[in-house]
């Protein structure tokens, strides 16, 4: 049985965070959530070719000042080839700009048709990986690959393109060449976020000799950083991924004892061993969950994980108490919805397990697919309650939806592993933990009507971006620096420190410019 704990390691994002303290907003640019790089060019005409170059590691707003100070002097020039030279980078370099505050905001398309119109004024490198990322982030390896390759014929000693190209290699499941990639953008310039993808993609390969590897390139990377918790649950993650249970309980329990305060290592470590005892709870391992929301009362995963293991053992008062408590934090999330709804029914208060069971249904939505189909459950059981209560015409369309699901939960089971779904509708362990799954490796949608991309992000969609409040007022202010915007001034660039989970992905390699020798 493959582990599928996958989207709980989303909160692998919140705790990379502790890795980098603070960083320039433009910097905020990767391709996967081991990607993080700085953005910035050496502007050349769209008809030169570049020679390979380092990265600089100049802020693009400093570049863009220089350059509109260069179109200012190149108009006193009277040199109509000058003037339109310097106005062609000029319009590169903002497009470029805002397609970055794009991808900080995650309007992916946006950000694509503004690298787009930048690569129309100017074919340079940088924007071509910063199409990269943004095709990858919209779940199109392919598209991705195609913009890395044009970076790398640009520049062909680019350690962005070399990464950007790793993590759609990876995305694509193709490891080998992912290791080649990466291995490429480490020899060029090492740091953390292209060395722990590529022990990811060592590991990936499971083999005895890539895995030693693996070990060779994370013992590096703490050998540069500094031993830490944070790491530890890191490199769990990537032995988790590789189904290297035992490597990766090895390493949660490092992380615990160096600090057992590190975010998320008690819950993991929780998790790992749960998988290993094959999903039956046991004292030690209930600790583990009680640890972790001790050292964390406000933490969603490990409020909710409690209360679905006291739901299992048909603990309902103490169950109740975690899982409202998730609510509280983050009422979004459907999973800790269905379970108040499955303990009212257990405890006959149908008119609340109602409403908890529509609710789940209602944050459900379209994602009916997640956690395999555990809103079936909710299905299943609003379809008695109806039943039970003399409405039974209202029951007809939930047990029909329901008996739709568990059909095509039997037909992903028998493609993916063995096992079977039982009548009831019952909810496995490994779907219980994997919360988010929201079909990550399809491409996102296109939007269906023209949308201008310099425009100021629709509200509804900046708050589906994760961006705190400090980093939305970064942005707003990193978008009216740039002259395509009316009120544009010379001006420094901002800074903020990233909080959000896909931010904080995004930043780690910046932590104080720190190299890694291999």
Same mark, same amino acid.
């Given at each position: 049985?493959?582990? !599928?704990?996958?989207?709980?390691?989303?909160? +692998?994002?919140?705790?990379?965070?502790?890795?980098?303290?603070?960083?320039?907003?433009?910097?905020?640019?990767?391709?996967?959530?081991?990607?993080?790089?700085?953005?910035?060019?050496?502007?050349?005409?769209?008809?030169?070719?570049?020679?390979?170059?380092?990265?600089?590691?100049?802020?693009?707003?400093?570049?863009?000042? /220089?350059?509109?100070?260069?179109?200012?002097?190149?108009?006193?020039?009277?040199? *109509?080839?000058?003037?339109?030279?310097?106005?062609?980078?000029?319009?590169?370099? &903002?497009? /470029?700009?805002?397609?970055?505050?794009?991808?900080?905001?995650?309007?992916? *398309?946006?950000?694509?048709?503004?690298?787009?119109?930048?690569?129309?004024?100017?074919?340079?490198?940088?924007?071509?990986?910063?199409?990269?990322?943004?095709?990858?982030?919209?779940?199109?390896?392919?598209?991705? +690959?195609?913009? &890395?390759?044009?970076?790398?014929?640009?520049? @062909?000693?680019?350690?962005?393109?070399?990464?950007? $190209?790793?993590?759609?290699?990876?995305?694509?499941?193709?490891?080998?060449?992912?290791?080649?990639?990466?291995?490429?953008? !480490?020899?060029?310039?090492?740091?953390? =976020?292209?060395?722990?993808?590529?022990?990811?993609?060592?590991?990936?390969?499971?083999? @005895?000799?890539?895995?030693?590897?693996? !070990?060779?390139?994370?013992?590096?990377?703490?050998?540069?950083?500094?031993?830490?918790?944070?790491?530890?649950?890191?490199?769990?993650?990537?032995?988790?991924?590789?189904?290297?249970?035992?490597?990766?309980?090895?390493?949660?329990?490092?992380?615990?004892?160096?600090?057992?305060?590190?975010? %998320?290592?008690?819950?993991?470590?929780?998790? &790992?061993? +749960?998988?290993?005892?094959?999903?039956?709870?046991? #004292?030690?391992? %209930? /600790?583990?969950?009680?640890?972790?929301?001790?050292?964390?009362?406000?933490?969603?995963?490990?409020?909710?994980?409690?209360?679905?293991?006291?739901?299992?053992?048909?603990?309902?008062?103490?169950?109740?108490?975690? +899982?409202?408590?998730?609510?509280?934090?983050?009422?979004?999330?459907?999973?800790?919805?269905?379970?108040?709804?499955?303990?009212?029914? &257990?405890?006959?208060?149908?008119?609340?397990?109602?409403?908890?069971?529509?609710?789940?249904? =209602?944050?459900?939505?379209?994602? =009916?697919? /997640?956690?395999?189909?555990?809103?079936?459950?909710?299905?299943?059981?609003?379809?008695?309650?109806?039943?039970?209560?003399?409405?039974?015409?209202?029951?007809?369309?939930?047990?029909?939806?329901?008996?739709?699901? $568990?059909?095509?939960?039997?037909?992903?089971?028998?493609?993916?592993?063995?096992?079977?779904?039982?009548?009831?509708?019952?909810?496995? #362990?490994?779907?219980?933990?994997?919360?988010?799954?929201?079909? =990550?490796?399809? @491409?996102?949608?296109? #939007?269906?009507?023209?949308?201008?991309?310099?425009?100021?992000?629709?509200?509804?969609?900046?708050?589906?971006?994760?961006?705190?409040?400090?980093?939305?007022?970064?942005?707003?202010?990193?978008?009216?620096?740039? @002259?395509?915007? #009316?009120?544009?001034?010379?001006?420094? *660039?901002?800074?903020?420190?990233?909080?959000? *989970?896909?931010?904080?992905?995004?930043?780690?390699?910046?932590?104080?410019?720190?190299?890694?020798?291999?």
């Amino acid at each position: 049985m493959t582990f !599928v704990l996958n989207h709980a390691f989303a909160a +692998l994002s919140r705790l990379r965070a502790s890795l980098i303290h603070s960083l320039g907003f433009l910097f905020l640019l990767l391709a996967v959530p081991v990607l993080a790089v700085s953005q910035s060019t050496v502007p050349v005409g769209a008809a030169q070719q570049r020679t390979a170059s380092p990265p600089s590691t100049a802020p693009a707003t400093d570049e863009l000042q /220089r350059l509109l100070h260069a179109a200012v002097a190149a108009s006193d020039t009277g040199d *109509p080839r000058e003037v339109a030279r310097a106005n062609f980078l000029v319009l590169a370099l &903002a497009f /470029r700009k805002l397609g970055n505050v794009r991808v900080a905001e995650s309007a992916f *398309p946006q950000a694509a048709e503004l690298y787009q119109r930048s690569l129309a004024w100017e074919d340079a490198a940088e924007t071509h990986v910063g199409l990269a990322i943004a095709d990858l982030y919209a779940n199109r390896p392919d598209d991705s +690959l195609v913009e &890395a390759s044009k970076a790398l014929l640009l520049d @062909p000693k680019s350690a962005r393109a070399f990464n950007i $190209q790793g993590k759609a290699w990876m995305k694509k499941r193709d490891y080998r060449k992912a290791v080649d990639s990466l291995e490429r953008s !480490v020899q060029l310039h090492s740091e953390f =976020e292209s060395a722990y993808a590529l022990g990811v993609s060592l590991l990936s390969l499971k083999d @005895p000799e890539s895995k030693k590897k693996a !070990v060779q390139v994370f013992d590096t990377i703490v050998s540069t950083m500094g031993d830490s918790g944070s790491l530890h649950v890191l490199f769990g993650h990537a032995y988790r991924d590789a189904e290297m249970q035992d490597d990766a309980i090895r390493e949660l329990r490092k992380a615990v004892a160096l600090d057992t305060h590190t975010p %998320h290592a008690h819950y993991f470590l929780g998790l &790992a061993l +749960l998988w290993k005892n094959e999903w039956t709870d046991t #004292p030690e391992i %209930h /600790r583990e969950f009680v640890t972790e929301l001790s050292n964390f009362p406000r933490d969603f995963l490990a409020n909710y994980f409690l209360g679905y293991l006291d739901s299992n053992d048909r603990r309902y008062d103490e169950a109740n108490l975690h +899982l409202k408590a998730a609510t509280e934090i983050d009422a979004s999330w459907p999973e800790p919805w269905l379970f108040l709804g499955l303990n009212a029914y &257990a405890l006959g208060d149908l008119p609340r397990s109602e409403a908890y069971l529509q609710k789940c249904i =209602e944050l459900t939505g379209k994602d =009916e697919s /997640r956690g395999n189909y555990q809103v079936r459950r909710a299905y299943v059981t609003l379809g008695r309650i109806l039943t039970t209560s003399g409405r039974a015409d209202e029951a007809a369309p939930y047990l029909e939806r329901a008996r739709e699901f $568990q059909k095509q939960s039997l037909a992903e089971a028998q493609q993916v592993v063995a096992g079977k779904a039982s009548e009831e509708g019952s909810l496995s #362990p490994a779907a219980a933990v994997a919360l988010l799954n929201r079909q =990550e490796d399809q @491409p996102l949608p296109m #939007p269906t009507q023209p949308v201008d991309p310099t425009l100021p992000l629709d509200s509804a969609v900046l708050a589906r971006s994760g961006l705190s409040e400090e980093n939305k007022k970064a942005a707003a202010a990193e978008e009216k620096s740039a @002259p395509l915007n #009316p009120g544009h001034k010379f001006q420094r *660039p901002c800074h903020l420190r990233s909080h959000s *989970p896909r931010l904080s992905f995004r930043a780690r390699s910046l932590s104080g410019g720190r190299a890694l020798e291999f």
